[in-house]
């Protein structure tokens, strides 16, 4: 919740609030209780004002942070990195950059509880993400990654189980809608390379940064920019210009360019572009489909991209790799990385490798690799 001072408006503060709610829906009004102490209570008390902003997986650290520390010590926007926008019809109240959605709230009633005052507000506005809206004008907050607090524990919003008024739903009104906020995701055990997906799927999150470590025709930079939304980086790598041509265009069709970083480079100097840890690192082995089938991946440099990957994964993160032994070279690359991987410390990674034992000698394979700590 960000609130401003009257006298000051300059200066602004941000509250992590658990008590909150909708308590009227013609006008729509919330209530927030706030502890009289608190350096949040003052501000709204004289201004009138504040803006309730959900959070999201990429604001967690933040909304942690602002409720344990206090706005009169610090700013905490600054040294939580986020930045404030103007908030629709609010005098001083501002409203965080980038939350999901925001609430323009004036009170109009303030009641004592004891330990804490409820703040009573009409809410004036709502401003909801562009990502989020579709082009009926329909807000899709279960695309957002909202998180929960319940007794002391920040909880993903996940799954959706239904709708409201689904008890009573019509049998066709039901599907038409659980096939929008639940759409079917059939489960196929079709390749090494679905089975890469599932798991980055798993483990990728909003505003991550993850790595492509061979770019190819952009199919799994895409996906990964996807995955980690546009608060997030995937940095890709391949030494052809053909591949980092292809792989552009393709981000620029979905609108995707501004979370990628490409390098017309060979991901065994990785180390040298990516500076931050990484959620996951993504290697898919072989040749660029549809160009010289000479050009290859080789285990020399594989080996030291992935050494390099192996440093820059963070703590519970995963490096993923798919290998291609239906020719000489992959052959030797996937034997050479099993027993690159398999000489790793178990009290430092777990190693798994996926193979599909009746598809041939040449079928590809799926290595996985979660850092421990
Ligand atoms: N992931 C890609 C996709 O989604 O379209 C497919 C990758 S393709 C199987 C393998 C790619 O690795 C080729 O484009 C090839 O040019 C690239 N490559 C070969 N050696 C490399 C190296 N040292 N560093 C980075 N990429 C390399």
């Not at 990195?81 to 009170?107: D, I």
């Not at 004891?114 to 009926?136: C, I, N, P």
């Not at 190819?216 to 790598?237: I, K, M, Q, W």
Request: charged share 25%; glycine share 8%.
């Amino acid at each position: 919740m960000s609130c401003a001072d009257r006298e000051h408006p300059e200066n602004r503060n941000l509250i992590t609030v658990a008590w909150a709610g909708t308590v009227n829906s013609e006008p729509p009004m919330v209530s927030i209780s706030v502890m009289k102490k608190r350096y949040s209570h003052d501000l709204i008390a004289r201004s009138g004002e504040f803006v309730i902003n959900l959070t999201d997986e990429k604001m967690l650290w933040a909304a942690d942070f602002c409720g344990v520390r206090s706005g009169r010590e610090l700013d905490k926007a600054a040294a939580a990195g986020l930045t404030y926008r103007p908030a629709e019809k609010m005098m001083y109240a501002p409203a965080v950059e980038g939350t999901p959605l925001s609430l323009s709230c004036r009170v109009t009633r303030t009641m004592e509880m004891g330990s804490h005052d409820l703040f009573l507000a009409e809410v004036e506005a709502v401003q909801v993400r562009a990502d989020l809206m579709d082009d009926k004008g329909t807000v899709h907050l279960e695309k957002a990654g909202l998180v929960a607090y319940s007794h002391g524990l920040y909880q993903r919003v996940g799954e959706v189980l239904g709708f409201f008024g689904w008890s009573v739903a019509r049998e066709e009104v039901y599907r038409q809608r659980m096939a929008v906020v639940r759409p079917e995701q059939g489960y196929e055990l079709k390749s090494a390379r679905f089975l890469a997906k599932d798991i980055l799927q798993a483990a990728v999150h909003a505003g991550d940064r993850v790595i492509d470590a061979t770019m190819g025709n952009g199919h799994d930079t895409a996906f990964l920019c996807e995955l980690v939304g546009p608060g997030g980086r995937v940095y890709a790598f391949d030494i052809q210009s053909q591949a980092v041509r292809n792989t552009a265009e393709r981000l620029e069709k979905q609108g995707l360019s501004d979370r990628a970083s490409l390098f017309q480079e060979g991901h065994e100097h990785m180390p040298e572009r990516v500076k931050e840890p990484v959620a996951a690192a993504v290697f898919n082995l072989g040749w660029l489909p549809g160009a010289d089938h000479r050009v290859t991946t080789r285990w020399e440099t594989t080996k030291i991209a992935l050494a390099g990957a192996l440093e820059l994964i963070r703590p519970g993160g995963i490096l993923l790799v798919c290998a291609y032994p239906g020719h000489p070279e992959g052959d030797r690359e996937r034997n050479e990385m099993i027993r690159f991987l398999s000489g790793l410390s178990n009290r430092k990674f777990n190693v798994l490798r996926q193979s599909f034992l009746n598809a041939g000698p040449g079928a590809p394979e799926c290595f996985v690799v979660q850092k421990l700590h």
